[in-house]
């Protein structure tokens, strides 16, 4: 795992965005793994800006997004599906029948399952996967217990994440209490991974995450396994590593990370 520690959560997001373009400029039928959350939002928005004056091209890319909710129609403000036509998709070329969400309205749960990982292993698997954290330090849905080689499946969401997206829904005892999400299996396959996590009440999380036992309670823990892994975070997020000042040095002398050092 690679930390990196942004001055705020701004230069943290453009810092994941500007990973995401490298990576699609140097492979243009780039597999690209989407996460949604209010952290996501910053990235979605430079990539939208890369596109605009920089001809960042997504045509002959595709995504797979990590996780939907069971039973919110396509049309529905608070789905997946929505929120990413709205930061992103409607906004670049990106080719909507190459964009992938699972399909929370499936009559047969499973079987939508089934053929989410099948769809991803006829793309070839994903290149690189962007990933939020939640509070209980779930990735995806993956909420705590989530067995590290599960694949893609209907999860019962957990307290605290019906807490935590209370706010979008009107209420912890409106949001769906279940959701597909890729599995912690199913993310650890994917070539490379991105997480990116700002903001003071996800300091004490990612210190668990990144610093912390590997434990299944945890399901971003399983990304210590993980044979690429960069963690960006911004001042706040990064207040409880112990291990700063090394992964500061790092991001400031590491080869591989001079062309991200002063973005714009
Ligand atoms: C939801 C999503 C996760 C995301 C998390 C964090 O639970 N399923 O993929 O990482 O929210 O959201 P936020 O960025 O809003 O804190």
């Known amino acids: 795992m690679e930390v990196i520690i942004?001055?705020?959560?701004?230069?943290?997001?453009l810092l994941v965005a500007r990973i995401v373009a490298t990576d699609l400029r140097a492979n243009p039928h780039l597999v690209l793994g989407l996460a949604t959350g209010r952290t996501m939002e910053s990235v979605y928005r430079v990539l939208v800006r890369m596109h605009r004056k920089e001809g960042l091209d997504f045509s002959?890319?595709?995504?797979?997004?990590?996780d939907e909710y069971v039973g919110l129609a396509p049309e529905d403000s608070r789905c997946y599906r929505h929120y990413m036509n709205e930061h992103l998709f409607r906004h670049v070329n990106v080719d909507a029948r190459n964009?992938?969400?699972?399909?929370?309205?499936?009559?047969?749960?499973?079987?939508?399952?089934?053929?989410?990982?099948?769809?991803?292993?006829?793309?070839?698997?994903?290149?690189?996967?962007l990933l939020g954290i939640g509070r209980a330090g779930h990735i995806g849905f993956n909420e705590p217990l989530s067995a590290f080689r599960s694949r893609t499946r209907v999860k019962t969401?957990?307290?605290?994440?019906?807490?935590?997206?209370?706010?979008?829904?009107?209420?912890?005892?409106r949001v769906p209490r279940r959701a597909i999400t890729m599995g912690v299996g199913?993310?650890?396959?994917?070539?490379?991974?991105?997480?990116?996590?700002?903001?003071?009440?996800?300091?004490?999380?990612i210190a668990q995450a990144v610093e912390g036992p590997i434990t299944a309670m945890i399901s971003a823990t399983?990304?210590?396994?993980?044979?690429?892994?960069?963690?960006?975070?911004?001042?706040?997020?990064?207040?409880?590593?112990?291990?700063?000042?090394?992964?500061?040095?790092?991001?400031?002398?590491?080869?591989?990370?001079?062309q991200f050092r002063n973005l714009e």
């Open 99 to 129: 964009t992938h969400l699972p399909n929370g309205q499936a009559a047969d749960l499973e079987a939508e399952c089934r053929s989410y990982e099948a769809a991803i292993a006829k793309f070839g698997g994903i290149d690189c996967q």
């Open 186 to 205: 199913t993310i650890l396959e994917s070539r490379r991974c991105v997480m990116l996590a700002t903001g003071a009440d996800k300091a004490e999380i």
């Open 157 to 173: 969401l957990a307290p605290l994440t019906l807490q935590q997206n209370a706010e979008l829904f009107g209420g912890a005892d």
């Open 60 to 66: 002959l890319c595709s995504t797979f997004n990590l």
């Open 6 to 13: 942004r001055p705020d959560a701004e230069s943290a997001g």
């Open 222 to 258: 399983a990304l210590q396994l993980h044979a690429r892994c960069t963690v960006v975070v911004d001042e706040a997020a990064a207040n409880r590593l112990a291990g700063s000042e090394y992964y500061r040095r790092i991001f400031a002398t590491e080869p591989e990370w001079e």
